[in-house]
Each structure stands twice: as C-alpha cells, then as structure tokens.
C-alpha cells in the first residue's frame, strides 16, 4: 500500500479509556453533553457546564480531542458522533450510550473522526449490534475488531484537508436549501402578516379529520400510499415508498386524499414541524398514522396557503399550549381548529402565493441534486481515502 500501512483501530487508540480525575476539585466546572446536544452532522450543539462533583458519577467520561460515538439505536444509524473540543478545562462528561474513541498520537483525531464518519462503517457497525429491538447497541468488541488503512501524519493533513474542504460545500449548499425554506416563510408573512378583516374559526375554511365513508364502496384491492409519521419531514417532503392495499390499512389508520394538509398532532413532532400537502399519491388516496390531523381545504382555500399557515411557529405555538393529555403523550385536539381564528385571504393572493412556492421548490429541486452530487463526491473522496488510494505513492 505504499504510504499506507493497515492497523488495527486499538494500534491507534483506546477505546473507552479509563481517565483519573483523583486530583481534581469537586467545584471544577466541566462540559456536559447529553445525547441530544450532538448533532447527526457530527457537531456538539450545546455545551453544558456542570460542576465536576455533579457528574463525576454515572456518566461517560472523556477529554478534549477525544471522539465521541454514539453506540445505541438509532442514534448511531442516524450518524451521532463528534470530536470532543473546546471543554471546559479539557474534560466533559456525558451518556453513557456513547463510545469513547481516543486518539494515539500516530493519528490526528479528525482523520478517525472521517473514518467513523463513513456509511461503510455505520453499516457495519449496525450488523454488529447486540441486544433486543430498540436497545440494540454497537459493542466495544465491534471497535476493537476494526482495522483501517493508515498513512504518515503529513498525509493524513492532506486528507483532512481536502475532506473538509468537500464538507464545507455540502454545509454552503444545505444553508442555501435551509434559506429557500426561510425564504417562503417570509414571503407568506409579507403576504398575509397583516390582512384585515373578520376572523373565522379555521374549521370553517378546511373539514377536519374528514370520514371515510366517501370511499366505503372503493375497491379495496387498490393500492395506496402509506405515510407511516416517520415518511413525513418536519419540512414538508414525503416519503412516498411505502404502498398497501385498501383492505389492509381502511380500518385503524388515517385516510386523507390528494390535496389534504397533515398535520402532526402529537408532542414532540407537532413542535418540531411535522406536516405535509399530500401528494402524489397513489390512486389519489392515502393512509397513515393516526397520529395526524387531516385539513381539507374547502373552496376558496388553497392547499399550500393552509399548509403554510399551518406551518407558522406562531401556529404551532399556539397548537402546543393547547395541548391535552400526560406529559410525553400530549396531542393537539381536533377542537382547537374551531378556536384558532383567521382572516382568509382572496383566493387569487392565496393562488398568487402558491405561484411563488412553486418558483422556490423549484429552485429547491435543483439545489437539492447539487447536494447529492457534492454528497456522492464527498463519499467516493472518503473512500477512496480510507481503502488506501489517495496520495498513495
């Protein structure tokens, strides 16, 4: 391999280190970070500080430079890792459900930090999972076991480098697609922020949850869309790859129709955004989980203009304090549609709009395949990186 050589992931680092604190003061302040202050980017998003007393027990323990991987489902399938930098006073504690990765001196840490990075290494990882479903968890011996290709640190910068460099055009192209987004939400605002006129109850202007008696005499051998809450984005995409056949899913599951706004009834995806325009649907007809409100605009009402209306932070604000039922499973009420009030647009601005939202998703569209030519380009890079094949002499 040249400048390679293959070494087992244990020649380079400990895995798990165990790290003595004995002389430290117990009102040292440290970093704290649970699992959801790291991000499925590979970032550390919130940096907690506790004091060293508070968490010297029960946590996992790790120092600047050390990487963090998460080992449960589906935490790690979904690509939570980080390097553990700028702690306070070089040491952070967290869940115990990550894996500590320190590096020797032989490997500079972001070089191994790509190397987990990779979909190879979490697929693997994933097939070498222990326990029962939903608590299946990547086991140190998996980490132990692994081996990688390793060249001289003049090399590794190299790598580093021109990864980086492919990362920070994936991180340009998604904060585009990400100000699009923004971009609708403040064309909606410009347009209909602040009309005058009488308030209606949004009940009047959309059916909700409407019955399935309309399609009681279908065929219920024909196929449909299934949208399970995990197809539905908290950024209005669909999943559309999951069909059944009418008979399958009429009883127990949420019918909707072409045209129809979802919306996420149960804490904690109503918060985040969840919801969609059903579309594209097969044979015009849906099902899913009953876990979503369906709106059915009635004339007068354009789909994407209450899909964006639905969508407002100010809505789901609003949504979210009328909430019933135990913390965990609270739901938005079919009610609340009759208490939140608003002042319908003219179809024509509702139209215009929409009109405007095609021009964006549009331009989405065509962002959105840059991205996954700059992602695709990203792996082949990593690949060819850790089998050995770049600035290999």
Request: aromatic share 10%; hydrophobic share 35%; with cysteine.
């Amino acid at each position: 391999m040249g400048t390679y050589k293959k070494v087992k992931l244990t020649d380079i680092a400990d895995i798990n280190p165990k790290t003595s604190f004995e002389n430290l003061e117990p009102s040292t302040e440290v970093s704290f970070i649970p699992m959801q202050s790291v991000s499925e980017e590979g970032r550390i998003i919130d940096y907690q500080v506790k004091q060293f007393d508070e968490v010297k027990k029960g946590y996992t323990s790790f120092v600047e430079n050390d990487i963090l991987l998460a080992k449960i489902t589906p935490c790690m399938e979904n690509g939570k890792r980080a390097i553990a930098t700028n702690l306070k006073n070089g040491i952070g504690f967290g869940s115990t459900e990550f894996h500590v990765i320190r590096p020797k001196e032989s490997v500079i840490p972001k070089y191994l930090f790509y190397f987990i990075s990779q979909d190879r290494f979490r697929k693997l990882a994933e097939q070498n999972m222990t326990g029962s479903a939903g608590q299946k968890r990547v086991p140190a011996t998996f980490l132990k076991s692994i081996s990688l290709y390793i060249p001289p640190l003049d090399i590794q910068r190299k790598i580093i480098y021109i990864l980086d460099k492919a990362q920070e055009l994936i991180d340009k192209r998604k904060a585009q697609i990400e100000a699009l987004d923004q971009l609708t939400q403040s064309v909606f605002l410009e347009m209909f922020g602040n009309l005058k006129g009488e308030k209606v109850p949004l009940s009047e202007l959309c059916d909700v949850n409407p019955s399935k008696k309309e399609i009681e005499n279908i065929d219920k051998e024909l196929p449909v869309t299934f949208l399970p809450m995990a197809n539905v984005s908290e950024n209005g995409e669909l999943d559309l790859s999951e069909t059944r056949l009418i008979k399958e899913v009429f009883d127990g599951f949420t019918y909707f129709r072409e045209g129809d706004v979802l919306f996420a009834k149960i804490t904690p995806c109503m918060e985040n955004g969840k919801g969609a325009i059903a579309s594209n649907l097969i044979n015009n007809i849906g099902f899913g989980s009953t876990e979503f409100h369906v709106l059915r605009p009635k004339e007068n009402v354009n789909s994407t203009w209450l899909y964006y209306l639905t969508s407002l932070q100010s809505f789901r604000k609003q949504a979210e304090a009328n909430m019933t039922g135990s913390a965990g499973q609270k739901r938005v009420p079919k009610q609340f549609f009759s208490k939140y009030k608003v002042v319908l647009p003219p179809i024509e601005l509702q139209n215009q709009f929409a009109e405007i939202v095609h021009k964006i998703q549009s331009q989405k569209e065509i962002m959105k395949k840059s991205l996954e030519e700059l992602e695709n380009n990203f792996n082949s890079l990593m690949q060819r990186a850790f089998k050995g094949e770049m600035f290999n002499d």
